[in-house]
């Protein structure tokens, strides 16, 4: 597809629409590209069913993170505590079950706890720091003050606390917009932080899990037999993703947003309001991922997932995003968490060492992003 | 006019003033436009128009007066405040979100949706509908805007302003970058939205295209408005007269220079975009103006001059140095630049005085620099022109405007380049250090020796014959001896240096130049000497009334 070079060509559209159908098409033929590669050198071992299943099982936990991280990427923003907020899902999970939960309660309160700290990861991003950290000390002076004023001394120290800093906060400080990578970076310290914290430094071992232990195995009746319910977890949340981006006017200012964000505000979106939205569902995305890696593990550990946000970008920005904002789609992402996960299987498969594997994801990483930067180019 | 005017003018502006600091940008402007009128806002480059478009944008407040849309009055707090009210913007810098489709787009802000969910066939009716209204209903909906062409993208903005119900339609040069053929569908799309009743407002510097398309005008200069009336009748060359009409009142230095050999030669040089066509020579020991609006293509000129933008097409030969080159090679040609965008570009704002200038030319051993050694290589320039800072180790962002500049120029003096491109040298600095830099600049074509001899000669031309003890510039043996390769280890010039200046200000382009040159839409025009030029004719040569070649009078006399 040429750039239509004569003002008002009609014929841009067909044009346009097939440019557009290989761009969507760019990062599953080169999963199919992959796979087929892997088949070819190793066969048997490769293509057997039970090793696409594991293969989706793999992709599970980094897959649910991945759709969250889309709407972040497509909209210009990024997620560096990915990691350590799934290690922390973990670990809120884990302590839910050991104060004698019910598997489901567990589960939900452990997604709307990652809703919390996400919408605190957007607060922070749209500038309002101050409002955070009086509502983050209020709370740690209500916990310090607890035993020593009791309930109604540590409100009123708490409620002290925050009056205070929110004072000088709409005072002084007023809006004070961050970068997503700043606010993100120092969320990956101090989710981290706060998942040792929550565990004294342990794991912690609940004893009933319930169904939670099962998300990542087959049944042997309904439609757990063909996949693990963890699975069907992360295609359904692909889906309903995909279509929020697609059908619903927050998806279309998510991508506006990414694209050119005056233009957005211009047009009287609430930029602020979509990115804090944004935040939040991205992170409640990884607390799903985190009851996936706590069914995998059987335990809350606050060391888990380390460096997964890394693996999460990866998936995405293969998948045809761009980390410069406005493009992006879940499909790819998909696409690029399975190619991940089918060049770290076959390489097992093949017998190559772990460093082999490092390697060639790298490369294979850098590969796909010049391919996609290379295929825009052509196309303009 | 097609719409009957209505009693009540759709847009009022009642004595709007605004002041930046100390200088006053609108002094009590007035600005009536009425339904379905096309009416064109004329000025120089910072007459004000600008400041005036954003007041009514909602971009800035003013700082007295009022305005009314349709007799209800009408303050906007912010650009998406005033697009609610029914006031749009087609900027010359277009604000679409490139990645979303052109429905996407049009529609953006404005969705129509059934709770959460997009009404995708409401939402394709409405977009095709706006882009109907703008006669184009075969532009694709489905491609991404950032695939279409410039003059494509200008249609999905205005049909975006459609869709929201403007009332009131700015264009802000809308034609700077668009095709002749291009200009001419934009001028049918305006008759028609006029039609429709909108109001329109025009601003524009070709002259020319403000006769064809708009109704009235309103003349500002220097932030007040001058002149409004009805274009029909209203003689070019007197628009020009009221946009220049300003005394001079700055003394320029001009020494008695004399131009050398040719040391920078453009032949029919092509930028990606801009220029379109540019040749010239400058000699040593001349100062040579670059006239023109904004946009007309002066920055991308000197720009690709130095490397900073892609040839196209077109030789460049300094010295004996011939093809593009990157900007690190320039340096070490002897070309230095002074960027238009100082806090941007042209300066590391962070960095101290003595990081910045001796940037190009670290003067170290085996690479390496010593901050002191910086410092102390930076100390003579600071005295000499002078640039006043508490030390060489100061941060050049605690500096005034006017100083920041100098530190810019004395880079290119620390490097010690024989041709200096500089990229309006005076833009927002104070009138003192003007001076000093005008006394510099006229200093440099002179080189050491002319520099303590200065005589004043002004409006002078004249050509130094060939002198014995300079080599001609192509014979081999020359290089040497054209190109200050052995250079000089003292501070001091020593031969006198070639100045390539563009300004806006065109007081200051014919008190310092030899020679001017008048660039328009691109094209650079021929070189003539200041005493054949005055402002007038600069300004008729800018805003293509006149041809270069032809004569004066032509153009404006068969208006009206």
Same mark, same amino acid.
């Given at each position: 597809?040429?750039?239509?070079?004569?003002?008002?060509?009609?014929?841009?559209?067909?044009?346009?629409?097939?440019?557009?159908?290989?761009?969507?098409?760019?990062?599953?033929?080169?999963?199919?590209?992959?796979?087929?590669?892997?088949?070819?050198?190793?066969?048997?071992?490769?293509?057997?069913?039970?090793?696409?299943?594991?293969?989706?099982?793999?992709?599970?936990?980094?897959?649910?993170?991945?759709?969250?991280?889309?709407?972040?990427?497509?909209?210009?923003?990024? #997620?560096?505590?990915?990691?350590?907020?799934?290690?922390?899902?973990?670990?809120?999970?884990?302590?839910?079950?050991?104060?004698?939960?019910?598997?489901?309660?567990?589960?939900?309160?452990?997604v709307a706890a990652a809703a919390l700290w996400g919408s605190a990861i957007g607060a922070m991003v749209i500038g309002h720091v101050g409002r955070v950290a009086a509502i983050v000390l209020g709370m740690l002076t209500v916990h310090w003050t607890w035993k020593a004023a009791g309930p109604l001394g540590a409100t009123a120290a708490g409620i002290g606390v925050v009056a205070v800093i929110g004072a000088f906060n709409e005072f002084a400080l007023k809006r004070l917009p961050l970068s997503p990578f700043i606010v993100t970076l120092g969320m990956w310290g101090a989710l981290r932080g706060a998942a040792k914290g929550l565990g004294d430094n342990q794991p912690v071992y609940p004893e009933h899990a319930g169904w939670l232990n099962d998300l990542l195995t087959t049944s042997t009746s309904g439609i757990g037999r063909?996949?693990?319910?963890?699975?069907?977890?992360?295609?359904?949340?692909?889906?309903?993703?995909?279509?929020?981006?697609?059908?619903?006017?927050?998806?279309?200012?998510?991508?506006?947003?990414?694209?050119?964000?005056?233009?957005?505000?211009?047009?009287?979106?609430?930029?602020?309001?979509?990115?804090?939205?944004?935040?939040?569902?991205?992170?409640?995305?990884?607390?799903?991922?985190?009851?996936?890696?706590?069914?995998?593990?059987?335990?809350?550990?606050?060391?888990?997932?380390?460096?997964?946000?890394?693996?999460?970008?990866?998936?995405?920005?293969?998948?045809?995003?761009?980390?410069?904002?406005?493009?992006?789609?879940?499909?790819?992402?998909?696409?690029?968490?399975?190619?991940?996960?089918?060049? #770290?299987?076959?390489?097992?498969?093949?017998?190559?060492?772990?460093?082999?594997?490092?390697?060639?994801?790298?490369?294979?990483?850098?590969?796909?992003?010049?391919? #996609?930067r290379w295929r825009h180019r052509r196309a303009e | 006019m097609i719409a009957e005017p209505s009693s009540l003018p759709r847009l009022q502006m009642k004595r709007v003033s605004k002041r930046f600091g100390a200088t006053v940008a609108l002094d009590s402007v007035d600005l009536e436009v009425r339904t379905g009128e096309v009416h064109a806002l004329i000025g120089e480059n910072g007459a004000g128009k600008s400041t005036l478009m954003k007041i009514l944008a909602g971009a800035y407040q003013p700082d007295a007066g009022q305005l009314w849309l349709d007799g209800q009055p009408y303050r906007p707090r912010s650009p998406a405040d005033g697009r609610r009210a029914g006031v749009a913007m087609i900027y010359q810098e277009l604000s679409l979100a490139p990645h979303l489709s052109v429905m996407g787009n049009i529609l953006?802000?404005?969705?129509?949706?059934?709770?959460?969910?997009? $009404?995708?066939?409401?939402?394709?009716?409405?977009?095709?509908?706006?882009?109907?209204?703008?006669?184009?209903?075969?532009?694709?909906?489905?491609?991404?805007?950032?695939?279409?062409?410039?003059?494509?993208?200008?249609?999905?903005?205005?049909?975006?302003?459609?869709?929201?119900?403007?009332?009131?339609?700015?264009?802000?040069? @809308?034609?700077?970058?668009?095709?002749?053929?291009?200009?001419?569908?934009?001028?049918?799309?305006?008759?028609?939205?006029?039609?429709?009743?909108?109001?329109?407002?025009?601003?524009?510097?070709?002259?020319?295209?403000?006769?064809?398309?708009?109704?009235?005008?309103?003349?500002?200069?220097?932030?007040?408005?001058?002149?409004?009336?009805?274009?029909?009748?209203?003689?070019?060359?007197?628009?020009?007269?009221?946009?220049?009409?300003?005394?001079?009142?700055?003394?320029?230095?001009?020494?008695?220079?004399?131009?050398?050999?040719?040391?920078?030669?453009?032949?029919?040089?092509?930028?990606?975009?801009? @220029?379109?066509?540019?040749?010239?020579?400058?000699?040593?020991?001349?100062?040579?103006?670059?006239?023109?609006?904004?946009?007309?293509?002066?920055?991308?000129?000197?720009?690709?001059?130095?490397?900073?933008?892609?040839? $196209?097409?077109?030789?460049?030969?300094?010295?004996?140095?011939?093809?593009?080159?990157?900007?690190?090679?320039?340096?070490?040609?002897?070309?230095?630049?002074?960027?238009?965008?100082?806090?941007?570009?042209?300066?590391?704002?962070?960095?101290?005085?003595?990081?910045?200038?001796?940037?190009?030319?670290?003067?170290?051993?085996?690479?390496?620099?010593?901050?002191?050694?910086?410092?102390?290589?930076?100390?003579?320039?600071?005295? $000499?022109? @002078?640039?006043?800072?508490?030390?060489?180790?100061?941060?050049?962002?605690?500096?005034?405007?006017?100083?920041?500049?100098?530190?810019?120029?004395?880079?290119?003096?620390?490097?010690?380049?024989?041709?200096?491109?500089?990229?309006?040298?005076?833009?927002?600095?104070?009138?003192?250090?003007?001076?000093?830099?005008?006394?510099?600049?006229?200093?440099?074509?002179?080189?050491?020796?002319?520099?303590?001899?200065?005589?004043?000669?002004?409006?002078?031309?004249?050509?130094?014959?060939?002198?014995?003890?300079? @080599?001609?510039?192509?014979?081999?043996?020359?290089?040497?001896?054209?190109?200050?390769?052995?250079?000089?280890?003292?501070?001091?010039?020593?031969?006198?240096?070639?100045?390539?200046?563009?300004?806006?200000?065109?007081?200051?382009?014919?008190?310092?130049?030899?020679?001017?040159?008048?660039?328009?839409?691109?094209?650079?025009?021929?070189?003539?000497?200041?005493?054949?030029?005055?402002?007038?004719?600069?300004?008729?040569?800018?805003?293509?009334?006149?041809?270069?070649?032809?004569?004066?009078?032509?153009?404006?006399?068969?208006?009206?």
């Amino acid at each position: 597809m040429t750039r239509a070079s004569t003002p008002f060509a009609t014929n841009a559209g067909l044009g346009a629409r097939s440019a557009r159908i290989v761009a969507r098409l760019g990062p599953m033929v080169g999963l199919l590209c992959v796979w087929l590669l892997f088949a070819a050198l190793k066969r048997g071992d490769f293509v057997a069913w039970h090793n696409q299943r594991l293969m989706l099982l793999q992709t599970a936990v980094v897959g649910t993170a991945a759709v969250g991280a889309t709407l972040v990427i497509i909209s210009g923003g990024i #997620d560096l505590s990915v990691g350590s907020s799934i290690a922390l899902g973990t670990m809120v999970v884990a302590l839910l079950l050991k104060a004698g939960h019910a598997p489901l309660a567990a589960a939900l309160g452990t997604v709307a706890a990652a809703a919390l700290w996400g919408s605190a990861i957007g607060a922070m991003v749209i500038g309002h720091v101050g409002r955070v950290a009086a509502i983050v000390l209020g709370m740690l002076t209500v916990h310090w003050t607890w035993k020593a004023a009791g309930p109604l001394g540590a409100t009123a120290a708490g409620i002290g606390v925050v009056a205070v800093i929110g004072a000088f906060n709409e005072f002084a400080l007023k809006r004070l917009p961050l970068s997503p990578f700043i606010v993100t970076l120092g969320m990956w310290g101090a989710l981290r932080g706060a998942a040792k914290g929550l565990g004294d430094n342990q794991p912690v071992y609940p004893e009933h899990a319930g169904w939670l232990n099962d998300l990542l195995t087959t049944s042997t009746s309904g439609i757990g037999r063909i996949l693990p319910p963890g699975v069907w977890l992360l295609l359904g949340l692909a889906l309903l993703m995909g279509g929020v981006l697609r059908y619903t006017k927050f998806g279309r200012h998510v991508f506006a947003i990414g694209s050119n964000e005056q233009t957005a505000r211009l047009c009287g979106i609430h930029v602020e309001r979509t990115k804090l939205l944004i935040y939040m569902i991205a992170v409640a995305c990884a607390g799903l991922a985190a009851l996936l890696q706590f069914s995998f593990l059987s335990m809350g550990d606050p060391t888990t997932a380390d460096g997964y946000e890394l693996k999460v970008i990866a998936a995405v920005v293969i998948g045809g995003a761009s980390l410069s904002g406005g493009e992006g789609s879940i499909l790819g992402t998909i696409v690029g968490a399975l190619i991940m996960t089918i060049v #770290d299987n076959g390489c097992t498969k093949l017998g190559m060492q772990n460093w082999v594997q490092e390697i060639v994801t790298g490369g294979i990483i850098v590969t796909a992003v010049a391919l #996609d930067r290379w295929r825009h180019r052509r196309a303009e | 006019m097609i719409a009957e005017p209505s009693s009540l003018p759709r847009l009022q502006m009642k004595r709007v003033s605004k002041r930046f600091g100390a200088t006053v940008a609108l002094d009590s402007v007035d600005l009536e436009v009425r339904t379905g009128e096309v009416h064109a806002l004329i000025g120089e480059n910072g007459a004000g128009k600008s400041t005036l478009m954003k007041i009514l944008a909602g971009a800035y407040q003013p700082d007295a007066g009022q305005l009314w849309l349709d007799g209800q009055p009408y303050r906007p707090r912010s650009p998406a405040d005033g697009r609610r009210a029914g006031v749009a913007m087609i900027y010359q810098e277009l604000s679409l979100a490139p990645h979303l489709s052109v429905m996407g787009n049009i529609l953006l802000g404005v969705e129509p949706t059934r709770g959460p969910l997009l $009404r995708a066939r409401a939402g394709r009716r409405r977009a095709a509908d706006a882009l109907r209204q703008v006669g184009h209903p075969d532009l694709p909906l489905d491609v991404p805007v950032g695939r279409l062409s410039t003059a494509e993208q200008q249609l999905v903005e205005i049909a975006r302003s459609v869709a929201t119900g403007c009332r009131v339609l700015v264009f802000d040069e @809308p034609t700077s970058s668009l095709a002749r053929d291009d200009i001419q569908r934009l001028f049918g799309l305006i008759r028609r939205l006029k039609v429709d009743g909108h109001a329109i407002v025009y601003i524009s510097h070709a002259l020319e295209e403000v006769q064809e398309i708009s109704d009235r005008f309103t003349v500002l200069r220097d932030g007040r408005a001058v002149r409004s009336g009805p274009t029909a009748g209203a003689k070019l060359g007197d628009i020009v007269a009221l946009m220049v009409g300003r005394t001079v009142d700055e003394l320029y230095p001009r020494s008695c220079r004399a131009p050398g050999e040719v040391i920078l030669e453009l032949n029919e040089l092509a930028g990606v975009r801009l @220029p379109a066509s540019a040749s010239l020579e400058l000699r040593r020991g001349e100062v040579l103006g670059i006239a023109g609006l904004i946009g007309a293509g002066r920055s991308e000129l000197v720009r690709a001059v130095f490397g900073l933008e892609r040839v $196209r097409r077109g030789q460049i030969k300094i010295a004996h140095y011939a093809g593009p080159a990157a900007p690190s090679r320039r340096w070490a040609q002897g070309v230095g630049l002074v960027s238009e965008d100082r806090a941007r570009e042209g300066l590391a704002l962070n960095l101290s005085v003595a990081e910045n200038l001796t940037m190009p030319r670290p003067r170290g051993w085996l690479g390496l620099t010593w901050p002191t050694a910086q410092q102390r290589a930076a100390r003579p320039w600071i005295e $000499r022109l @002078p640039i006043r800072c508490l030390s060489a180790s100061q941060p050049v962002r605690t500096l005034s405007g006017g100083n920041q500049q100098k530190v810019a120029l004395a880079r290119l003096l620390h490097a010690d380049v024989d041709v200096l491109l500089l990229d309006e040298p005076t833009r927002g600095i104070d009138v003192g250090s003007k001076a000093q830099i005008y006394q510099l600049i006229d200093g440099l074509t002179l080189g050491e020796a002319g520099q303590s001899a200065g005589v004043a000669c002004f409006h002078a031309q004249r050509v130094s014959p060939p002198r014995a003890d300079r @080599p001609a510039a192509d014979m081999p043996g020359s290089a040497m001896a054209t190109r200050l390769k052995p250079r000089s280890h003292g501070t001091h010039a020593t031969l006198p240096k070639a100045v390539l200046m563009i300004s806006s200000y065109l007081p200051e382009l014919l008190g310092m130049c030899d020679r001017i040159a008048v660039m328009y839409r691109g094209r650079l025009g021929p070189a003539r000497p200041v005493s054949q030029l005055d402002e007038h004719r600069i300004m008729l040569e800018a805003t293509g009334v006149q041809s270069r070649s032809g004569a004066l009078g032509s153009a404006s006399g068969d208006t009206g």
